[in-house]
């Protein structure tokens, strides 16, 4: 149990960092009238934004993240020549243009949380596709594997992964959808360890059971979303 405390406290604590990090500059200076500031434009702002982030994720769905990469530089570029052909003043690009880009740059840091070093991937307000790590299973260094979908989804693919010994899958939807693809060999047994307004879907054929390599033990704990498992 201290164990499993320790590791949600982990898992937390860059959430919280970041969090504070992020309202401490905001709010440095003059506290009570950017906080009024911005609850005011958010008021106003919040269907366009919502709007932004679902088209944002929608493209995420089909197009690969680093394909974008050329593209925006060139759009960056062609903004900047934009702004001086047309005179903009420096005061927007210093109040308005250079926050936004590192809002920007931040929210491209924070969509991809986790990674195949620690076996963990969120995606939070956002879409995203993964593959796991080369070899999964007790006796590897992923022997615990942890997906979470929270207003977002994320497609894993586990078919290149070697199954080496059991291992255990965490899965968590939260008004989202976690899509998760197993070799068809691989048997898998499901645990729900609370599903409140959540579907759970298993397709995909079935060959023979390999049980000498291993099992997946899927834990699911979901709330208003979807969980899908395929076997390939």
């Given at each position: ?12 604590s ?29 008021h106003?702002?919040?269907p ?8 944002l ?78 070899a ?28 080496d010994?059991d ?18 060999s ?11 307004l ?35």
């Amino acid at each position: 149990m201290a164990r499993t405390d320790r590791e949600r406290g982990r898992r937390a604590s860059p959430w919280l960092g970041l969090c504070a990090l992020a309202l401490g500059s905001f709010a440095a200076g003059d506290t009570l009238h950017r906080v009024r500031a911005a609850v005011e434009w958010a008021h106003v702002w919040w269907p366009w934004l919502l709007l932004v982030l679902a088209v944002l994720n929608l493209v995420r769905s089909f197009v690969a993240v680093s394909s974008l990469i050329a593209p925006g530089v060139l759009a960056g570029i062609a903004l900047v020549g934009l702004a001086h052909g047309h005179a903009v003043s420096g005061r927007v690009l210093v109040n308005v243009v250079l926050p936004a880009s590192v809002a920007l740059v931040g929210v491209a840091m924070l969509l991809p949380f986790g990674g195949p070093e620690q076996g963990r991937w969120t995606r939070f307000l956002a879409t995203g596709r993964i593959h796991g790590p080369g070899a999964i299973g007790e006796r590897t260094r992923h022997p615990r594997l942890e997906l979470r979908a929270v207003a977002g989804e994320i497609r894993a693919d586990l078919t290149g992964s070697a199954l080496d010994g059991d291992v255990t899958v965490h899965i968590t939807a939260v008004a989202g959808h976690v899509h998760l693809t197993v070799p068809r060999s691989w048997p898998v047994t499901v645990r729900t360890t609370g599903m409140v307004l959540t579907r759970v879907t298993d397709s995909g054929p079935r060959d023979a059971v390999d049980a000498d390599s291993g099992g997946v033990g899927l834990h699911l704990l979901g709330l208003g979303g979807a969980v899908s498992l395929v076997r390939a």
